[in-house]
Nanobody, 127 residues
Framework: QLQLVESGGGLVQPGGSLRLSCVAS????????IGWFRQAPGKEREGVSC????????NYEDSVKGRFTISRDDAKNTVHLQMDNLKPEDTAIYYC????????????????????WGQGTQITVSS
């Protein structure tokens, strides 16, 4: 059973940076597309970024394009989300999720397509 644990959240000032990590155990990440999702208080969960099984397909939600960068290191069973120029509207709980897929070059930002989820890490952007 694949298990995911997020880390790297915290409090940061606007314009600052954080790097989230999603570490897998129980199985290897190399067979999964990985997505990052977030949920702010009173709002629905939204997809932030995803990376395909082979790393060749990457998607970003429009509001984070140019600020967030997703990457994967299958040797370390880890996916990272580098977040730069953070804004107060990025405040949310961030979750990573894994999707078992037969399409190694694609990933989607729909949470319904993901099978395994971490517990989340809080990010607060405030001065």
């Amino acid at each position: 059973q694949l298990q995911l644990v997020e880390s790297g959240g915290g409090l940061v000032q606007p314009g600052g940076s954080l790097r989230l990590s999603c570490v897998a155990s129980g199985s290897t990440l190399r067979y999964y597309a990985i997505g990052w999702f977030r949920q702010a208080p009173g709002k629905e969960r939204e997809g932030v970024s995803c990376i395909s099984e082979n790393g060749g397909g990457i998607n970003y939600e429009d509001s984070v394009k140019g600020r967030f960068t997703i990457s994967r290191d299958d040797a370390k069973n880890t996916v990272h989300l580098q977040m730069d120029n953070l804004k107060p509207e990025d405040t949310a709980i961030y979750y990573c999720a894994a999707q078992a897929t037969l399409l190694p070059r694609l990933c989607v930002l729909s949470g319904a397509e993901y099978h395994y989820w971490g517990q989340g890490t809080q990010i607060t952007v405030s001065s």
